[in-house]
């Protein structure tokens, strides 16, 4: 198996998965623990909107998704603290303007033929030694923030109204987790497009969440778990020449289906 990573490719494309993974699993905890699936689909959907406005204006692709999506974060954390019966209407509105702003821009530059796979199921296999260096320096970005955050980020995503007692600024570090997950999201997109994200950000964090008593040991094991999952999609993907992104996708719902059959036969046994 160890050999299809001798070459530099698969050798890149590896170390993103892991680092990815990892962004994911941290990512993913704090989006599930502070229900922000929806939101999160909102922010994913919204950047493609800053791809489009990238590739117009000749930027590169990170910077420009990173933008709509931080900006799209920042709107959907105001929405959501001001208007929470409506926030799924303007969430539905923000993400389908940033998908349309990304189509139009894109049909607007000139000569350019868009590979929209790449984007929607992710290139893993075309990442380069610079993203490596970018998603290493996110990870590190988002290590600082869970780090030196964590006892607010704990008291806000379980008790709100108890963190707003104690003087913490609810609203801000709402924001701040949104803001700090929408780039966690644009680059793991790079791993499985922009239609799959969602799914590596939950089906990791859903097992380790059954298998963890706290909200550090469930960051820490959906990174290893998506780990897991990333490092055979890869490998599958490889020998039978399927799509990566779509494929780690499945790995991970079969990872997911395997780990529920075996928690019910332990449930029966332990009866």
Known sequence: MFEIFTTDFMQNALIAGIIVSLISGIIGSLIVVNRMVFLAGGIAHTSYGGIGFAIFLGLPIFLGASIFAIIASILMSFLALK????????????????????VILIDLTPGYNVDLMSYLFGSILAVETGDIYTMFSILIVILVFIVFGYRNILAVSYDSQYAHIRGINVGLFYTLILVISSIGIVITMKVVGLILVIAMLTIPVFIAEKISNSLIWMMIASGLISTLFTITGLVVSYYYNFTTGATIILVSVAGMILFLGVQKIYSIVKK
């Open 83 to 102: 208007y929470k019966d409506r926030v799924d209407t303007f969430i539905g509105l923000i993400w389908a303007t940033g998908m349309a702003i990304g």
